[in-house]
């Protein structure tokens, strides 16, 4: 089987165990299907998430013009604190930047390596645990919108990491923590403003990926460098490929590639 696609962040859905789909023009590829599978994937072109073209991908799928200029690759995506739709003040693009930071945003506490802090829109919890490889998750905040949520973030950065150590979240090396208890430490830290957006306990949300076998130690696959890949899948967690012998790919990371993937 050869399917011929550019890559975008799986989609997936949260199931006993997580199901990843690799979504293409005009096919869909479920992932899950290909444990144990060898396959082979291959770089042919680029092609741009913004333009379409086929143009060096810079950051996050677009080419270095997109990424420059879109407002889909603004700072404030990266930074939700520089979010500022609310006070009407356009970065890039004034009628997109209100419909996507003037909804509800959650600021959630991640365990995939470490208690991480982060924010995401209302409507990707849970997809966005599932991308970081989250094992657990707990809401604690739901603001208005996106900036209020980010100087959240920002404050409960002074106690708690926003970053993920993706070695060790691919490795396994996790360790559980009571993410309520933690919750209960970090309150007083949350700005005046966001006070009241403040969640009541709830259960932690516990998230299962579909791996065969956890590597001891992993190296990047990178199509930049190598243009194609080949190997035993044995696993996917976050947005990453876990292949035999510890190799894996961040499709985040491709995105904007086109590729050849053979399931031998």
Same mark, same amino acid.
């Given at each position: 089987?050869?399917?011929?696609?550019?890559?975008?962040?799986m989609?997936?859905?949260?199931?006993?165990?997580?199901?990843?789909?690799?979504?293409?023009?005009?096919?869909?590829?479920?992932v899950?299907?290909?444990?144990?599978?060898?396959?082979?994937?291959?770089?042919?072109?680029?092609?741009?998430?913004?333009?379409?073209?086929?143009?060096?991908?810079?950051?996050?799928?677009?080419?270095?013009?997109?990424?420059?200029?879109?407002?889909?690759?603004?700072?404030?995506?990266?930074?939700?604190?520089?979010?500022?739709?609310?006070?009407?003040?356009?970065?890039?693009?004034?009628?997109?930047?209100k419909?996507?930071?003037?909804?509800?945003h959650?600021?959630?506490?991640?365990?995939?390596s470490?208690?991480?802090?982060?924010?995401?829109?209302?409507?990707?919890?849970?997809?966005?645990?599932?991308?970081?490889?989250a094992?657990?998750? =707990?809401?604690?905040? !739901? &603001?208005?919108?996106?900036? +209020?949520?980010?100087? %959240? *973030?920002?404050?409960?950065?002074?106690? @708690?990491?926003?970053?993920?150590?993706?070695?060790?979240?691919?490795t396994?090396?996790?360790?559980?923590?009571?993410?309520?208890?933690?919750?209960?430490?970090?309150?007083? =830290?949350?700005?005046? !403003? &966001?006070r009241?957006?403040? +969640?009541?306990?709830? %259960? *932690?949300?516990?998230?299962?990926?579909? @791996?065969?076998?956890?590597?001891?130690?992993?190296?990047?696959?990178?199509?930049?460098?190598?243009?194609?890949?080949?190997?035993k899948?044995?696993?996917?967690?976050?947005?990453?490929?876990?292949? !035999?012998?510890?190799?894996?790919?961040?499709?985040?990371?491709? *995105?904007g590639?086109?590729?050849?993937?053979?399931?031998?």
């Open positions: 089987m050869v399917l011929s696609g550019t890559i975008r962040k989609q997936t859905e949260l199931k006993d165990t997580v199901q990843y789909y690799l979504v293409f023009k005009d096919e869909f590829l479920h899950n299907q290909l444990l144990g599978q060898h396959i082979s994937i291959k770089h042919v072109a680029n092609e741009c998430l913004n333009c379409g073209l086929d143009k060096k991908i810079w950051r996050q799928g677009y080419c270095y013009d997109c990424f420059s200029s879109s407002p889909q690759a603004g700072e404030w995506i990266i930074k939700p604190e520089l979010s500022r739709a609310h006070l009407d003040e356009e970065d890039r693009d004034l009628e997109y930047e419909r996507v930071q003037l909804k509800p959650m600021v959630y506490l991640a365990n995939s470490n208690i991480k802090v982060g924010v995401t829109r209302k409507t990707q919890v849970p997809t966005r645990w599932i991308d970081q490889g094992h657990e998750a =707990l809401a604690i905040v !739901e &603001a208005p919108n996106r900036y +209020l949520a980010g100087i %959240t *973030e920002v404050a409960l950065k002074e106690k @708690v990491a926003d970053k993920t150590n993706w070695r060790k979240m691919l396994n090396s996790i360790e559980d923590v009571d993410l309520l208890r933690f919750r209960e430490s970090l309150i007083d =830290l949350i700005p005046q !403003e &966001a009241e957006f403040i +969640l009541p306990a709830t %259960t *932690e949300t516990h998230i299962h990926f579909p @791996v065969l076998e956890y590597p001891k130690k992993v190296t990047s696959v990178n199509l930049t460098k190598t243009p194609e890949h080949s190997g899948l044995m696993g996917i967690k976050g947005q990453y490929f876990i292949f !035999e012998g510890g190799k894996v790919m961040n499709i985040r990371s491709h *995105e590639f086109v590729v050849d993937l053979n399931v031998d």
